[in-house]
């Protein structure tokens, strides 16, 4: 089969009218067909040109003809003079492509990767190049079958030598520069951290690296802190590994190490007492700095402590997770077997942001309807808390090589973009606590045997990140599951606290749900649900979907996003005191133009409670969080002061039901009712963009909680925080929504506050 010219087009230019041609060439016959194009244009200037018959005028080739090989989005594509890793697909033609390839990067100084993985019709390199260098590889385009940017490179490096690993570490440690002292930090509440690891000294302080107990030492007994603190500071550490520009990192890093070690444990009672040890040794040491904990340690099952019955474990609170929710609300602790002790008053200068894992299942439970298994096994303490970022573990890792004989034959056991095997889930925990996981990030996949009787975790299914050198003397291993989804999300956290100094621990938690999306894996199960059952169901599996430090931290051209940070005070006497109602300055006119084109806006509202400190009553959850919020919006046909009304008659109900009223227009994704649990509430509403531009009312008030029900130790008249983010999202077209609203907002977004 032969090169065929398909078509031929006319393209006017500067210089006159161009010629370009679309050719089909068949797989294996590309170098042919180039060589003859080259042919041709080095003897265009001759009367008789080689091959003029096959095309005429073409001068040069190459760089579109590797743009041609690119599998990654267009745009990705790297400039033609960078320097950057390539991940080289050849065709397995006759068994001497990668030694065919190799002789063309010894020609060309292109360096090549140590390791190749083997797929059934393709083999994988590792090539740092230019796009231009690989223009020269006219001698091996019939081996070449792809090029994208490295996926395949956590079992690659993982699996090199320790002396090629260091040289990796070593090329990117010259290339890191540390954050300043003043930047803010992750904690990692973990097993220690190996600080001597050349990718973490510099972000981590002799002076930072603290254990529980003294006696116990700081450094990392087990591997597991010093694995989470790679990718807490890293995020991608694969991805800053194959970069080639200078990295120069916003955050910094601590460590106090939680857990004893083997075979001394602590004693589950104390879990809370330890993690509030924990949360004060890294402030004594470094009060003013901006922080956010990691916690990747969750519980066994079995674990409930004394008095604490196993029912709890479903969902309900347990002293460690009312630990996690008390500090979180900036109240300094300890615990007993009565509950929690309140030791000083809460201080919303003192509010901490806790990242915690939502649990894995256990190895043993791997079956092939993965999601059913998540479904049922719930959350791990203390992963409910109502305070706590919980973080769940999806994954895009769905390729699975040969280059082992051990794994011939074996498959991913999730689709690209499903939850995680690993990932447990709150489906099995009552309705009325908080939706956990509150976002995924990727975890790792899972691999199943042909007989479908043994599950395994192979490298190139694992995330790549540093190594503690306990056993040998590789400095870089892999790591999955919640644990390491739990890092990556402290990652977005410090991140956007780098970038938002000024942002409260609360707004950065809505910041990152906010910018969660579903996968197109997720989202089939969403479009096919047919209740609000099964709607709860897949709300409690995936929480809001995989966040996007880009989303969170700036808008696109086509979003709007705006933030408030704002403090109500919610009872009084018994009573409610206060709701806010916040006016958004929507681009009124530009969304009316719009007409029936259907837009969308995301709402999130994130506040910290304050637990009841009496273990007794935490099986209601108006019992155990201080006060409840929520949020509505005002709709299209309603005017402000029937929405006022409105939103009075529902805040006097904590269960919600709804007053007569004009009907409500579009469809909110989830709805007032799947939306309420925890302290944590996001909503995605859509419609036509006429009928946004009607609904420019947002009202935040309380509805009930135990400060109302015990007036004597109502704090309200302190007044609680709470962050709200709202965004409106038009078609992808040229509509300026950012310069009327930037005109409007000025400073702030103005409120109005009235008693409920």
Known sequence: ?????????????????????????????????????????????????????????????????????????????????????????????????????????????????????????????????????LVGALGVLDDLAELRRPHELAQIVALESAVEQAEWVDQLARRMQPADA????????????????PLLAGSLDQADCHACDPTWGPHDHGGHGTEMAGLALYGDLGKALLASGQIRLGHRLESVKLAPPPPASNPPELYGAVTATATSLAEITAPQRRRAFSLAITANDTDAGPGVSSEIMVGQPTSWSAAIDALAAGRAIATDQDGLVFLDDADSDAHRLFVVSAGNVSSANFQDDHLQRSDLEAVQDPAQAWNALTVGAYTQM??????????????????????????????????????????????????????????????????????????????????????????????????????????????VRALIVHSAEWTDAMRKHVDQTTSKVDLRAVHRRYGMGVPDLGRATRSANDALTLIAQETIHPFHDGTMREMHLHDLPWPADILADLGHTTVRMRVTLSYFIEPNPGRRGWK??????????????????????????????????????????????GRWTLGPTLRTPGSLHADIWEGTAVDLANRGVLAVYPVTGWWKDSKNCDRSNLGV??????????????????????????VTVPIEISSA
């Open 620 to 665: 209601r959850r108006y019992s155990y969080a201080s006060h409840i919020l929520r949020f509505d919006v005002r709709r299209a046909t309603e005017s402000t002061t029937d929405f006022r009304k409105r939103v009075n008659d529902r805040a006097l109900d904590g269960e919600e039901k709804r007053p007569v009223s004009a009907a409500d227009t």
């Open 1 to 133: 089969m032969h090169p065929e010219l398909v078509s031929v087009q006319d393209v006017p230019t500067a210089d006159g009218v161009v010629e370009y041609a679309t050719v089909f060439v068949p797989d294996g016959t590309l170098g042919y067909f180039v060589s003859r194009l080259q042919q041709y244009a080095e003897t265009a200037e001759q009367d008789k040109p080689r091959h003029g018959n096959l095309v005429d005028r073409i001068r040069a080739i190459g760089l579109a003809t590797i743009e041609t090989l690119w599998t990654d989005p267009p745009d990705a594509f790297p400039e033609p003079s960078a320097m950057v890793w390539w991940e080289v697909w050849l065709r397995r033609r006759d068994g001497n492509e990668v030694g065919r390839f190799q002789e063309f990067a010894q020609r060309t100084g292109v360096r090549l990767g140590s390791r190749t993985l083997g797929f059934s019709e393709r083999t994988v390199i590792l090539a740092q190049a230019t796009a231009e260098q």
């Open 398 to 507: 769905d390729s699975l090589s040969a280059a082992s004989s051990h794994w011939a034959d074996w498959t991913p056991l999730a689709v690209r973009g499903e939850l995680s095997p690993h990932s447990r889930t709150s489906v099995a925990c009552h309705s009325t606590w908080p939706v956990k996981p509150d976002v995924v990030l990727e975890g790792g996949n899972v691999a199943r045997s042909p007989a479908g009787t043994s599950f395994d975790t192979p490298e190139e299914l694992q995330l790549l990140t540093t190594k503690a050198p306990l056993t040998n003397s590789r400095l870089l291993t892999v790591t999955c599951a919640t644990s390491a989804a739990t890092a990556q999300a402290s990652h977005l956290a410090a991140s956007i606290m780098a970038d938002y100094p000024s942002l409260w621990p609360e707004t």
């Open 182 to 197: 003043d930047a803010p930090s992750i904690c990692v509440l973990d097993t220690g951290v190996h600080r001597a690891h």
């Open 721 to 746: 925080r709470y962050a709200l983010v709202v965004s409106i999202e038009t078609p992808d077209q040229d509509v300026d929504i950012w310069t009327p609203v930037a005109q409007q907002v000025g």
